[in-house]
């Protein structure tokens, strides 16, 4: 354990006297130095990095913010500056319990932690907006691929009405055009603005059914 920390030490130090100071203390105390001297103060090195590639990368640079991250903890580790977050590291509850309290501060005064105040009022407004915003996103997908299968449906229904009695394939189209049917009949929360267009197609189809002497299976 002693070698490893010596090992950990020699890279993360990259001789800056402080730091090397600071891993001495735990020569004889190896397992709180893994934590003390390594875990914590990495921990919050992984956080700082996070942070920094998080604001010039995204989704779609997902590459390029790895890099940033590599990047930027390497020059944390040749500028001589893990003695920084080695200290911090050091301090780590006091430092998670400054960030909490940051952290109910903004939710405070942005109204997401409470229903109080105007800041809540406008915290829920925001988020009310953004909601709206995925629902209507969400809505029109629904509603376009909603309008794609009743074209699809009615291109059948039309395909059935043309196709000659008794032909070869026409039960499986009569098979396909049933079973869109009944899933747009059974799920009104998704078809009901067009269930009025669902039921029409329906009769049609039945008539159609009755002229070509198909048996419809329910």
Request: some cysteine; aromatic content about 12%.
């Amino acid at each position: 354990m002693a070698d490893v920390l010596t090992m950990l030490q020699q890279f993360l130090c990259y001789g800056n006297q402080a730091c090397t100071q600071e891993f001495q203390q735990y020569a004889y105390k190896p397992m709180e130095g893994i934590f003390y001297a390594v875990f914590f103060p990495i921990v919050f090195i992984l956080l700082f990095v996070y942070i920094v590639s998080g604001a010039v990368g995204t989704l779609r640079a997902r590459g390029f913010r790895i890099i940033i991250a590599v990047a930027v903890f390497a020059f944390i580790i040749l500028q001589g500056w893990y003695h920084f977050f080695l200290l911090l590291g050091r301090l780590w509850l006091y430092v998670i319990i400054f960030l909490g309290f940051i952290w109910v501060l903004i939710h405070t005064f942005t109204g997401r932690g409470g229903d109080n105040g105007g800041g809540g009022a406008k915290g829920r407004t925001g988020d009310s907006g953004i909601f709206s915003a995925l629902t209507k996103a969400a809505k029109d997908e629904v509603l376009g691929v909603v309008k794609v299968q009743l074209q699809t449906l009615e291109a059948d229904i039309a395909t059935l009405r043309n196709t000659p009695k008794g032909s070869h394939g026409i039960n499986d189209i009569s098979a396909r055009i049933n079973g869109m049917l009944l899933e747009m009949q059974g799920n009104p929360q998704k078809y009901g603005l067009h269930m009025g267009k669902v039921n029409e197609m329906r009769k049609a189809y039945m008539e159609i059914c009755r002229e070509k002497g198909i048996k419809i299976d329910k």
